[in-house]
């Protein structure tokens, strides 16, 4: 079946940096779109970055634009996103998820997700 399983989350510093992977398996992961989104506690569920399957087109949304960077490595079957430049703002639950066609900001068109991995930065 499919999985995504998350990790690399943890507590730090504003100004600092970290890299979340996701590890995918159950499915042919050279085949799919994956992005990666946040969650902050009461707020909708926000798009963070996509990219393509073969790894050359990727789009960022514009609050991390600059500071994160997605992508991936279809050998190892996981996709990453470092984050760099940490702001406060940017503490919220990461998921990553398989996307059903190209890259979406819309969590709707992605069909398989993992449980997160819980970024939380201070100030």
């Known amino acids: 079946q499919v999985q995504l399983v998350e990790s690399g989350g943890r507590l730090v510093q504003a100004g600092g940096s970290l890299r979340l992977s996701c590890a995918a398996s159950g499915f042919t992961f050279s085949d799919y779109t994956m992005g990666w989104f946040r969650q902050a506690p009461g707020k909708e569920r926000e798009f963070v970055a996509g990219?393509?399957?073969?790894?050359?087109?990727?789009y960022h949304a514009d609050s991390v634009k600059g500071r994160f960077t997605i992508s991936r490595d279809n050998a190892e079957n996981t996709v990453y996103l470092q984050m760099n430049s940490l702001k406060p703002e940017d503490t919220a639950l990461y998921y990553c998820?398989?996307?059903?066609?190209?890259?979406?900001?819309?969590?709707?068109?992605?069909?398989?997700w993992g449980q997160g991995t819980q970024v939380t930065v201070s100030s």
């Open positions: 990219v393509i399957w073969s790894g050359l087109g990727r």
């Open positions: 998820a398989r996307g059903a066609r190209g890259i979406s900001t819309r969590p709707r068109e992605y069909d398989y």
